[in-house]
């Protein structure tokens, strides 16, 4: 069966929270990782499940891949940093 899509109002439904609290923690990055469908946030069910189940834990901000968290995103400042010097 395929995985439920959610929009910001089902997430928030789901987690009993209000549709602006859903929100921060996506800006936040505590919620899992969305994907864009037609430029809409779209979260797994799946995803939103499996961490709701395991207490919400806190995500690491600043990574790339939520399935690795330990790559870090390239923002490119380490590079305009060494040439300026």
């Known amino acids: 069966m395929p995985t439920k899509l959610l929009d910001v ?7 009993n929270i209000s549709k602006r ?3 921060y923690w996506q800006a936040s990055g505590r919620l899992p990782g969305f ?3 037609y430029g809409h946030r779209r979260w797994r069910s799946d995803a939103i499940e499996a961490w709701f ?8 901000l600043g990574c790339a891949d939520q399935r690795n ?5 390239s923002t490119g400042e380490n590079n305009q940093r060494e040439s300026e010097t």
């Not at 109002?9 to 987690?15: F, G, K």
């Not at 189940?53 to 690491?60: F, S, W």
Request: charged residues 25%; glycine residues 4%; proline residues 12%.
């Open 9 to 15: 109002h089902q997430v928030a439904e789901l987690l």
């Open 21 to 23: 609290t859903a929100e």
């Open 35 to 37: 994907v864009r469908v």
């Open 53 to 60: 189940a395991a207490g919400c834990p806190e995500l690491r």
């Open 69 to 73: 968290p330990d790559k870090p995103i």
